[in-house]
């Protein structure tokens, strides 16, 4: 900035007087961007950033000091620099993220209602017919009456969760500011269990048993948890997300390295590893052996075979695939389009998918979950704080 100085904070002379404008969408950057890229860098290292960018990422918050009228023009020159600056230095792409969503220019299908701030990570149980929900502001699980929307229960958690599953009679919620596995029973959400696992849960599955498998995104590890404790861990990997048990056969997306692992569930050793496209984030179960895989950078879908570890199947998807639900018994997985406020059902009878709905959705649909064999299908709004059903 011409004639200001980083040490004493001043603004040039035309600027003397401006207001101070914040935007959030700077806080959606800071969330998703300003976080290690990889095991092993981080970018809280800035002593080589230049003053303005330290200036913008440094903070905890990210903010200008502009003139209004000078806001909107410089709005996305702002996020490019801010994008740029804050990623790792090497160039590494980093793992991928949901697309930070436009303003919705059709009207969301189906019932949409307020539920909490920053709801993201959502999960359908049979059994209870009830629908487990993250939030924020403050940090709780919310289970949910499937059909009204309405709160059930609020059980306090001790830290941030993005994605939920449901494994036996419990929620799984990997608590990633805490470093804790939450596991929250159904339907009385009570805690029997809350573990202390390594860095930054992301992911968490059933392995049959009460056994759970952890996906310690920042550990570059996956972890077995049994009884409320972490029994075997394996840290052969760069920075897993997305997590998934299939018999005896663990798949692990690891998001740093841009590839699908498979690991033995008894011996915790890595069986296989395949490419999974430019940015994969995570996968669900079809059955069969097989899984899909969101390639949230490379907007496309990658049908995989278990054992062998073999991609079958590819679908382009245009607008940053992001959340994904799979009903195996329709043969049909769910997936967000994070860019284009839209969920789409693929036909997964066979290993290339075939598009066969398309729904418009809340503003910023980060998850997405499905009733088993029914024509129901519930998608959060982050930026709005919404949960949508959809009846098709």
């Known amino acids: 900035m011409d004639g200001g100085s980083a040490e004493s904070g001043r603004l040039p002379d035309r600027h003397r007087g401006a207001e101070a404008v914040h935007h959030p969408f700077f806080d959606l950057v800071l969330d998703r961007y300003a976080r290690p890229s990889s095991v092993g860098s981080s970018t809280s290292d800035r002593s080589s950033w230049p003053a303005a960018v330290t200036g913008l990422c440094g903070s905890g918050r990210l903010g200008l000091v502009v003139d209004r009228s000078l806001l909107t023009a410089a709005f996305l020159v ?6 740029s600056s804050c990623s790792d230095e090497s160039g590494d792409l980093g793992a ?19 539920v909490a ?3 993201q990570g959502i999960a359908f149980d049979t059994e209870t017919n009830l629908l487990a929900v993250a939030a924020r502001e403050p940090y709780r699980l919310l289970l949910l009456d499937p059909n009204t929307l309405d709160v059930r229960r609020s059980v306090e958690l001790p830290g941030k969760a993005r994605h939920l599953q449901i494994a036996g009679d419990r929620v799984l919620v990997p608590t990633e500011t805490a470093d804790t596995l939450v596991q929250v029973s159904l339907p009385d959400g009570a805690v029997p269990f809350s573990t202390e696992v390594p860095r930054y849960p992301h992911d968490a599955a059933g392995a049959g048993g009460g ?5 310690n995104e920042f550990a570059g590890s996956i972890s077995l948890v049994r009884d409320g404790t972490v029994v075997a861990s394996v840290d052969d990997l760069e920075q897993p997300g997305g997590v998934l048990v299939d018999g005896d056969i663990v798949a692990v997306v690891d998001v740093g390295a841009f590839t699908l692992s498979t690991y033995d569930l008894d011996s915790f050793e890595r069986t296989a590893r395949a490419d999974a496209g430019r940015g994969p984030t995570h996968a669900v179960l079809l059955g069969g052996g097989r899984v899909a895989v969101a390639d949230t ?18 679908l382009r998807l245009d607008g940053t695939p992001y959340g994904v639900a799979s009903d ?4 049909t997985v769910w997936v967000t389009l994070t860019a284009r406020n839209e969920v789409v059902g693929l036909d997964i009878s066979v290993d290339t998918p075939e598009v066969i709905a398309r729904y418009p959705t809340v503003r910023q649909p980060d998850t997405v979950a499905v009733a088993p064999g029914s024509r129901t299908l519930w998608v959060t709004g982050t930026v709005d704080g919404v949960v949508q059903r959809i009846t098709r």
């Open 78 to 83: 702002v996020a490019m620099v801010v994008l």
């Open 328 to 331: 195996p018994i329709t043969n």
């Open 96 to 114: 991928a993220e949901p697309a930070a969503a436009p303003e919705t220019s059709r009207a969301p299908a189906g019932r949409v209602e307020e």
């Open 211 to 215: 056994d759970v498998v952890v996906a």
């Open 117 to 119: 701030p920053l709801v």
């Open 297 to 314: 950078r490379g907007d496309q879908i990658l049908v995989y075979t278990l054992d062998p570890l073999e991609q079958v199947g590819r």
